[in-house]
């Protein structure tokens, strides 16, 4: 397994969860990272992305609550989610690639399982 995933959980709005993504060395040493997350019925999005030299990009709808980061000693990056809210509901994915643009990355080279995210009201 070359990207797992961890973290999720139920949590009422206006909570905090962190995700854990651990990645084997060679994927993190050469990627940028990000995280994506599916709800019921939607696409795929992007919902943050951090490059190999820890430039951050975020969706607007995650921007200040989000938190991106990556540890390079452990091969690992993070989301801090703060402020929950229900649309925030979703199964969240890491994901490692190349960062384009603002929601894209490509290609993708290697996908986590997914972590659940629920969100309470």
């Known amino acids: 397994v070359q990207l797992q995933a961890s973290g999720g959980g139920l949590v009422q709005a206006g909570g905090s969860l962190r995700l854990s993504c651990a990645a084997s060395?060679?994927?993190?040493?050469?990627?940028?990272m990000g995280w994506y997350r599916q709800a019921p019925g939607a696409q795929r999005e992007l919902v943050a992305a951090?490059?190999?030299?820890?430039?951050?990009n975020y969706a607007d709808f995650v921007k200040g609550r989000f938190t991106i980061s990556r540890d390079n000693a452990k091969s690992s990056v993070y989301l801090q989610m703060n402020s929950l809210k229900p649309e925030d509901t979703a199964v969240y994915y890491c994901?490692?690639?190349?960062?384009?643009?603002?929601?894209?990355?490509?290609?993708?080279?290697?996908w986590g399982q997914g972590t659940q995210v629920t969100v309470s009201s």
């Open positions: 994901a490692a690639g190349t960062f384009r643009a603002p929601g894209v990355m490509w290609p993708i080279r290697s």
């Open positions: 951090i490059t190999s030299g820890a430039r951050t």
């Open positions: 060395r060679t994927i993190f040493s050469i990627n940028d």
